[in-house]
């Protein structure tokens, strides 16, 4: 399941690195939550939040089906 996260957010990656941003996957548990760590311009804007569940959270759970929540550390 990592392997199929990391493909995820390698498409998803480009887009936040246009805004000075980035995605670390930092943990994937086998119970379906996915714990990111936003960096750069991603880790002190007000909007992370929104990016984090309507952008990078959505498309996990498109990508991968085992992914249940997606969360910030």
Do not use: F, H, N
Request: aromatic residues 0%; negative net charge; proline residues 3%.
């Amino acid at each position: 399941m990592k392997e199929q996260v990391e493909k995820a957010l390698d498409k998803i990656r480009p887009a936040l690195q246009r805004d000075g941003g980035d995605v670390e996957l930092v943990e994937v548990g086998d119970d379906g939550i996915v714990k990111v760590r936003l960096t750069g311009a991603c880790g002190g804007c007000p909007m992370s939040q929104v990016t984090l569940k309507q952008g990078i959270e959505r498309v996990l759970k498109q990508e991968v089906s085992t992914v249940k929540e997606v969360v910030s550390v």
